[in-house]
């Protein structure tokens, strides 16, 4: 499970640890808007307001959440498959929907579940790469920026925690931390 603020470079990394073999990336449902060159599927399920509160109310959701003012939601199916079948499940959240993650019950995610927060160099960094990705308004860029520094709150609730640099570095570190977990003594016995 990944964290990062918004405009932290999570997507760049995101799409670079997919690469991975044996990885299943877990694609969000949303109900924004998508992004120039996000494609449905891919980078999210774009749903209608509608259609996510249909799955809503079938309980399809591991975890959902409201984040500037959109619905985001984890599919709890593909997540538990993939886990059963032997595969590494990245799961790209937000703070809250990682806390409900951890508190899900179902002993297969939380036998698997590591957790990694992606920390901004710090609130002015952040802008400065908000603004040069110029997909959002100065509004929403400010509403992006009032939910990071709550965020940033959070990096203690994280197994691990990676001051992000370059999108190599973070992804370095990331797949050190892949490498740590994959040694635990008791995912050994399990193979
Ligand atoms: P963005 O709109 O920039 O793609 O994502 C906005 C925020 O929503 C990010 O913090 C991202 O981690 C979070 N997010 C993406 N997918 C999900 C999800 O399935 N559940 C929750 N709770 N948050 C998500």
């Known amino acids: 499970m990944v964290s990062a603020p918004s405009g932290a470079g999570k997507t760049t990394l995101v799409e670079r640890i997919r690469q991975t073999p044996n990885l299943f990336y877990s694609v969000s449902c949303t109900t924004r808007a998508p992004r120039p060159g996000e494609i449905d599927g891919q980078d999210y399920r774009f749903l209608s307001d509608p259609d996510f509160r249909e799955r809503i109310a079938k309980g399809d959701f591991l975890e959902h959440a409201h984040v500037h003012g959109d619905h985001y939601g984890t ?11 032997g595969k590494d499940v990245l799961i790209d959240i937000d703070t809250q929907g990682a806390a409900v993650i951890r508190n899900c ?15 901004p160099p710090d609130l002015e960094e952040l802008r400065k790469r908000l603004l ?12 992006r920026l009032t939910t990071a520094s709550r965020e940033m709150e959070h990096w203690r609730d994280y197994r691990y925690t990676i001051i992000s640099g370059s999108v190599e570095e973070d992804l370095q570190r990331f797949r050190q931390i892949m490498e740590a977990e994959s040694y635990l003594s008791r995912r050994l016995v399990q193979k």
């Open 75 to 85: 599919l709890r199916e593909p997540v538990v498959t993939n886990l059963k079948g």
């Open 132 to 143: 040069k990705r110029g997909t959002e308004t100065m509004e929403q860029i400010d509403s």
């Open 105 to 119: 019950g179902d002993p297969v995610i939380l036998d698997a579940l590591a957790d990694v927060f992606i920390m």
